[in-house]
């Protein structure tokens, strides 16, 4: 008889996002592992902030050991629905911010070169007037 699986929304999941109740989505697979937060090698506020993603990738960038694979499958709760959307929203920009930004860097880029450029001009200055003076 085949086990039936629990499918999970990408959407329900990512509502299970605190210490007590901590939800994670790695290959397709729904995990918790609220009761396993305190014992994470690499702390708590690792999984939380993956929780409402796929953690798929930080899962495979941090390097897990065989027996911290064996470990995770003891707490899958289910799967994630394949026919879910899993995409989220995206935000929508006006025209006009891109300008905005653009503004923001080009006087930053005038803060940050005008101490140099000054340092470098009294520097002159200084170093002008000591010759001067010989």
């Known amino acids: 008889m085949p086990t039936i699986t629990k499918l999970y929304t990408m959407e329900e999941a990512s509502q299970h996002n605190s210490n007590g ?25 690792v999984i939380i902030a993956t929780t409402g993603k796929d953690a798929t990738d930080d899962f495979e960038d941090a390097g897990h050991s065989k027996s911290a694979r064996e470990l995770m499958e003891t707490f899958c709760i289910g799967e994630l629905d394949p026919t879910s959307t899993s995409i989220p929203e995206l935000e929508i920009c006006s025209k006009k911010q891109p300008s905005e930004i653009a503004q923001k860097l080009k006087d930053l880029t005038k803060q940050y070169w005008a101490v140099p450029i000054t340092v470098a001009g009294v520097s002159v200055v200084i170093g002008f007037l000591y010759l001067r003076r010989k």
């Open 21 to 45: 109740d901590c939800w994670v989505v790695i290959d397709g697979k729904v995990y918790d592992v609220s009761t396993y937060l305190d014992e994470h090698p690499g702390g708590d506020d």
